[in-house]
């Protein structure tokens, strides 16, 4: 009778902690397809911001999606408008709170637009830190819109200050929403996404700089990784309002490939993945809401697939 009621007893037990989810007989295997060794650290592009209006995202659906696969996913804090060693440092005082608290050796950089640049500064100055560099849509050669802006508006105009006038007072209204960095210049940011800009931020910082006018460069440099991507297209869905902004700055790549404000070639840096998604800047991360065109690639499902390459690399 003892030995019957000490059976019963361990029975209850396990049904108690099946019904509390402890315990399930079959389990099922857990997704680890973007579980990488390091942490990845989003970190945003011009005007971006981590997350507004308290559920808006910047990365959208992206953070969900590495997550769900494992990956350990932060998403960085910089300034909207502002020089790439302004943004870097921000992101550098950032990462060093995250390993202090968390013990993290090195973070995988993913960096869309701007945001490429700013992970570059990073990698060549702490290179501590990082163990990898995405960029997407990242104009490491600078932007054709850039260029036509600093001619159209140059500096000392009219036309550039209150231009300049009108991008701080928007970086600070997503910076007020966003709860982000309230470093803003206005001047710094385009000066630094010309052709003239970005060409003496190679000249300071060449890691995985392409050999050719449109090639690769290094995969691997001082033991960062560097990898890139980016789209070529422009008006992708009649439903997405930023597509008329986005064709709009087409115009100034006189029907070379680009996504509406970065040329297909200068988006190249380290291991090329891809240069002609069929996104635009925007679609690059699933943004508006995810509308895109109806065959492209899903953003969301590329950016698992290089986490999950860089858990094969050990990283």
Same mark, same amino acid.
């Given at each position: 009778m003892r030995r019957f009621a000490v059976v019963s007893r361990l029975l209850l037990a396990v049904a108690l902690l099946g019904g509390a989810g402890l315990w399930s007989a079959p389990a099922r295997a857990t997704d680890t397809y973007t579980q990488t060794r390091y942490p990845i650290?989003?970190?945003?592009?011009?005007?971006?911001?981590?997350?507004?209006?308290?559920?808006?995202?910047?990365?959208?659906g992206i953070t969900k999606g590495l997550r769900a696969g494992g990956a350990t996913v932060y998403v960085a804090s910089v300034?909207?408008?502002?020089s790439d060693i302004t943004r870097g440092n921000q992101l550098i005082t950032q990462l060093d709170n995250?390993?202090?608290?968390?013990?993290?050796?090195?973070?995988?950089?993913?960096g869309h637009s701007q945001g490429g640049l700013t992970i570059r500064y990073v990698a060549a100055v702490r290179p501590d830190l990082v163990a990898s560099v995405t960029s997407t849509g990242t104009p490491? =050669?600078?932007s054709a819109v850039a260029d036509g802006i600093a001619v159209l508006a140059p500096a000392g105009s009219v036309q550039r200050a209150?231009?300049?006038?009108?991008?701080?007072?928007?970086?600070?209204?997503?910076?007020?929403?966003?709860?982000?960095?309230?470093?803003?210049?206005?001047?710094? +940011?385009?000066?630094?996404?010309?052709?003239?800009?970005? +060409?003496?931020?190679?000249?300071?910082?060449?890691?995985?700089?392409?050999?050719?006018?449109?090639?690769?460069?290094?995969?691997s440099v001082n033991g960062i990784r560097?990898?890139?991507y980016g789209g070529t297209g422009v008006l992708t869905n009649g439903f997405d309002a930023s597509d008329a902004l986005l064709g709009a700055g087409s115009l100034f790549f006189f029907g070379s490939a680009n996504d509406g404000l970065v040329g297909r070639c200068s988006s190249h840096w380290g291991t090329v993945i891809r240069d002609n998604y069929g996104w635009?800047?925007?679609?690059?991360?699933?943004?508006?809401?995810?509308l895109r065109g109806l065959f492209s690639a899903d953003?969301?499902?590329?950016? =698992?697939?290089?986490?999950? =390459?860089?858990?094969?690399?050990?990283l």
């Open positions: 650290v989003l970190v945003h592009g011009l005007f971006g911001f981590d997350q507004i209006f308290g559920s808006v995202d910047y990365w959208y300034s909207q408008l502002g995250l390993r202090a608290v968390y013990g993290y050796r090195k973070f995988n950089l993913i490491h =050669r600078g209150l231009a300049e006038g009108f991008a701080t007072a928007l970086a600070d209204l997503i910076s007020s929403f966003s709860g982000g960095q309230s470093s803003q210049n206005a001047t710094d +940011a385009l000066v630094q996404l010309t052709s003239a800009g970005t +060409a003496q931020f190679n000249a300071q910082f060449p890691a995985g700089a392409p050999t050719s006018a449109c090639g690769s460069g290094a995969a560097y990898f890139s635009n800047h925007l679609d690059e991360v699933n943004q508006l809401f995810g953003p969301v499902a590329v950016y =698992r697939s290089q986490a999950n =390459r860089l858990k094969g690399l050990g």
